[in-house]
C-alpha cells in the first residue's frame, strides 16, 4: 500500500471514529453505538482517539462538549483500547514514572480510601479519621500538572492540541471531585444524609481517577511515546523535577536522567561574557540572569503573538514554570476554562484599552498578588505582556516603620 493510500485510509478511519461520537452528542446511547459501530471501533488506536478529537474541535464542537463526552466515548472503545499493548520504558524514563505513579494511586485506593469509606459508611471511622486517608490522594495534582506543564507544550509543538485541552479539562474536573469530597467531609454533621452525600463525592472522585488512568496509560502516553524523540523525553525528565513526584520517590528517575545525559541543563543561546548594552548601563548575560533570579518575585514575559518567551527562576518560586513553556502559547498554559480570561487581559492590552490587570489570591500560607503588565514601545505600540507575581503576606503585615538595621 502506498503513503498517500495509508493517509488516506487513516482520514476515513478517524471520520468514521467523528460519526461514533456524533451519534452520542446526538443523544444515543453507548450499547447502540457499540452495535452500529462494531467494525469501526475494532481495533482503535491512540492516535486514532486523539485525531478524532481534534477534528471534533477543529470542526466546532467545544472543547467543553468534547469533555463532556469523553468519558463516554471512553467507555465506547474501552474494549478495544483494553487490547493494546501497555506503553513500555526503561526505569526512570518519564514514561515508567507516570505508571509507577498511577499504580501507587490504585494502591492508595483499594488498600486505604475505599476501606477507610467502607468504615465510615458502617460509622466505624470519624469523618476525621477518614480524611487522613482521603487526603493522600490529592498528591495527583503533581502528576497532572507535569502533564499538563510539560508533556502538553511538547505534543503541541507535533500539533496535537485538542487532545491536550480535553484531558487537562477532565484533569480539572477530578481536582474539583476532591476538594468536594473534602469540603463535605469536614462539613459532615453525622446524619446519614451527609454520611450518603459523602460517600457520593468520594466515589465520584475515585471514578475520576481511576478512569483517568485508563486513558493515560491507552491513549496518551501510547501517543506521546510515539511522537517525542529521546532527547524530549530528556527534557520532560529534567522538567518533572522542579514539580515533583506524585506518591512515589523515583530514585531510578535520577539514575535514568545520568545515564541519558543532562547536557544542555542551563544552556543558554549567549555566552555568560556577552554584554547586553541597554539605554541605562550594560550587564553581562550572567549578570542579567542573576539579577532576574535574584528579584523577589517571578517574571514571565509573552510576545506580541502570545508566545511564552522568557520566565525568571528565582529562588522561592511561587508557580512551576519548567523550560517547556518557552515558545508554547501562552493560551494553552491555563486551564481551559480560564482561558477566556487570559484572552480578554491579552486583548484590552492589544487594543490600547488597559496596560494593568490585577489579581490576589491565598494558597495556603501565602498570599500572592499576581499582576499583568502590558509591555509597549516608544511608539506605543504593544509589544507583549509581562506578568509578576509576588509573595506579599510578609508585606501586608507590615507596620510602623524600620529605620535601622537589625542584623
Known sequence: MSMVQDDDLRKKRVEQLREVIMELHAGKTVDEVKAKFKDVIQGVTAQEISAMEQSLIEQGIPVEEVQRLCDVH?????????????PKAAPGHPMQVFMEE?????????????????????????????LDDFNLLFDVDKHYKRKEEVLFPLLEKYGVYGPTKVMWGVDDEIRASLKEARAKLLAFDGT???????????????????????????????????HFKPEEWRDIALASRE??????????????????GAEGEGASLATAGDVIHLPTGALTVSQLELMLNSLPIDITFVDENDTVRYFSASRERIFTRPKTIIGRKVQNCHPPTSVHV??????????????????????????????????????????GTLEVSQEISGIKALEGEKRLLDW
Not at 245 to 255: G, T
Open 74 to 86: 471512553a467507555s465506547v472503545f474501552a474494549d478495544a483500547l483494553e487490547l493494546q499493548p501497555d
Open 102 to 130: 498511577n499504580r501507587a494511586l490504585e494502591r492508595v485506593m483499594e488498600e486505604k480510601v475505599e476501606p477507610a469509606l467502607k468504615a465510615f459508611r458502617e460509622g466505624a471511622a470519624s469523618a476525621m479519621e477518614f
Open 192 to 226: 446519614e444524609g451527609a454520611r450518603a452525600d459523602v460517600a457520593a463525592a468520594v466515589e465520584k472522585a475515585l471514578r475520576g481517577i481511576k478512569e483517568m488512568i485508563f486513558k493515560e496509560e491507552k491513549i496518551f502516553l501510547p501517543m506521546a511515546d510515539q
Open 243 to 260: 514539580i515533583g513526584y506524585c506518591l512515589v520517590e523515583p530514585d531510578a528517575a535520577i539514575e535514568w536522567i545520568a545515564r541519558f
Open 342 to 383: 487570559v484572552e480578554q487581559i491579552l486583548e484590552s492590552f492589544r487594543r490600547g484599552e488597559r496596560d494593568v490587570a490585577d489579581f490576589w489570591i491565598h494558597m495556603g500560607p501565602k498570599f500572592v498578588y499576581i499582576r499583568y503588565f502590558a509591555v509597549r514601545d516608544a511608539a506605543g505600540e504593544y509589544r
